[in-house]
């Protein structure tokens, strides 16, 4: 049996002691982000009914396709955030709450929120 990650083991508490203040409800539903090393995710959640009303990654073909214009993690993180707009707007959501999970509020999960409220998200 091999070690927990450290790096891991602290995102963890960061992101319990970040999750006990923030909660999404079904006026203002909350805005999750996940990193990994190569992809980004970014959910729409309402904790109320504990659904996810929109989604958006770098892995879905729609996004995929043009991410081969844009280089760099930064500017594949920026289109997420557009695209999780898009779709909050679709389903007329306009106002959430940003949870990033525990990672510091730079580079990648910056680019996500900031293509989110560029395209009318407002938190």
Same mark, same amino acid.
């Given at each position: 049996?091999? #070690?927990?990650?450290?790096k %891991?083991?602290?995102?963890? #508490?960061?992101?319990? +002691?970040? +999750? #006990?203040?923030?909660? $999404?409800?079904?006026?203002?539903? =909350?805005?999750?982000?996940?990193?990994?090393?190569?992809?980004?995710?970014?959910?729409?959640?309402?904790?109320?009914?504990?659904?996810?009303?929109?989604?958006?990654?770098?892995?879905?073909?729609?996004?995929?396709?043009?991410?081969? /214009?844009?280089?760099?993690?930064?500017?594949?993180a920026?289109?997420? $955030? @557009?695209?999780?707009? /898009?779709?909050? @707007?679709?389903?007329?959501?306009? +106002?959430?709450?940003?949870? =990033?999970?525990?990672?510091? %509020?730079? $580079?990648?999960?910056?680019?996500?929120?900031?293509?989110? +409220?560029?395209?009318?998200?407002?938190?």
């Amino acid at each position: 049996m091999g #070690k927990t990650n450290p790096k %891991y083991t602290a995102r963890l #508490k960061r992101k319990q +002691r970040i +999750r #006990k203040n923030l909660t $999404g409800t079904t006026d203002r539903p =909350r805005l999750c982000v996940f990193r990994s090393a190569k992809h980004i995710y970014a959910q729409i959640i309402d904790d109320t009914s504990g659904k996810t009303m929109a989604a958006a990654s770098t892995l879905e073909k729609e996004i995929a396709a043009t991410l081969s /214009e844009v280089k760099g993690k930064v500017e594949k993180a920026k289109l997420v $955030g @557009k695209a999780i707009a /898009e779709r909050a @707007k679709d389903k007329g959501i306009v +106002r959430v709450v940003f949870d =990033r999970n525990g990672y510091l %509020y730079h $580079g990648r999960v910056k680019a996500v929120s900031d293509g989110a +409220r560029e395209n009318g998200l407002e938190f």
